[in-house]
């Protein structure tokens, strides 16, 4: 009886042993998808910004300035990895961009700094990031009641046009962010530019106006705290419907249009460049298949020309 009981227990054990060995592994967990953000950051439309001083090294205004400008990329920063970003890439696209000191950044972001840069403003975008954030931006040149209103440079842009559009430095941006599939979904500057943000790029972009111009250095700020609180909360909401969010894309093939400020400037373009149109006397244009080559050739057309 003994001999019958072990024998029992032993085929029971192995059966029980036998079930575990061929019993399926448990499921590893899935892994959260990666959410890289990436920031491009300007200065005019920074909170508290109103004047060029305030934008320009080497004036008593610049530090404050550029330390609002670390202050207002750090509530997105907040924001983004609140709403679960993974990784934030900011890109300082004003002037030298060299403006944010990097002891001011967040220390979960990567910064890039420093000019030129084959993609300028865009500098560092590509197929892995899930969305683009635009903060501190400024209206188009030409723009009634906006805070130091220009396209790319004051000095020399009149205005440019792609596809007969005319662009602020917003939608010029958002169609590179584009080209890598990535949407942009978040605008801050003042109101002047978010409004321009919905004409170009439509209402579901996030918009976040953080002053009120009147006239092009002067404005209605809204409290910095409450401001970078705004920002903070409008990357939360923007990240929270990015999958409903189309990258912005312009169709093929593209027409560029450089309007300067002088014919002086479209005859150095013309002179320098072949292949140019000439559509009137302050105006160049050219097509393009593929929309980097076309916006780095016009870049290089802005940088030639000659400062009126």
């Known amino acids: ?29 899935q892994q959260k998808p990666k959410l890289k953000v990436f920031i491009s950051v300007d200065m005019e439309g920074i909170s508290g910004i109103v004047h060029g001083d305030q934008v320009s090294s080497g004036t008593s205004e610049y530090a404050a300035g550029r330390k609002w400008m670390a202050q207002d990329v750090n509530a997105a920063v907040e924001g983004a990895l609140e709403a679960g970003a993974t990784e934030v890439v900011v890109n300082d696209s004003h002037g030298s961009m060299r403006n944010i000191d990097p002891d001011d950044l967040h220390p979960r972001a990567v910064l890039i700094s420093g000019s030129p840069k084959p993609l300028s403003m865009m500098q560092g975008i590509d197929p892995s990031f899930a969305a683009c954030l635009f903060i501190g931006y400024h209206a188009k040149a030409g723009t009634e009641d906006a805070i130091l209103d220009h396209t790319i440079s004051g000095s020399v842009v009149r205005a440019i046009r792609v596809n007969g559009v005319e662009m602020p430095e917003l939608g010029l941006n958002a169609a590179i962010a584009g080209y890598y599939g990535v949407p942009v979904v978040l605008v801050s500057g003042d109101t002047a530019v978010c409004r321009q943000t919905a004409e170009v790029l439509g209402q579901d972009v996030v918009t976040v106006a953080v002053k009120e111009a009147y006239g092009r250095v002067a404005a209605k700020l809204v409290p910095m705290d409450e401001a970078r609180r705004l920002i903070k909360a409008g990357t939360k909401e923007a990240l929270g419907k990015v999958a409903r969010l189309k990258p912005y894309k312009p169709a093929m093939p593209y027409r560029f249009e ?51």
């Open 258 to 308: 450089l309007g300067y400020h002088i014919s002086a400037q479209a005859d150095m373009a013309e002179m320098l460049v072949p292949g140019l149109e000439r559509p009137d006397a302050r105006t160049v244009a050219f097509a393009a298949d593929d929309y980097i080559d076309g916006f780095r050739k016009l870049r290089a057309l802005i940088s030639l020309a000659p400062a009126r």
């Open 1 to 29: 009886m003994k001999n019958t009981r072990s024998a029992t227990l032993v085929l029971a054990v192995c059966i029980i042993l036998a079930i575990g060995l061929i019993a399926p592994a448990p499921a590893p967990a």
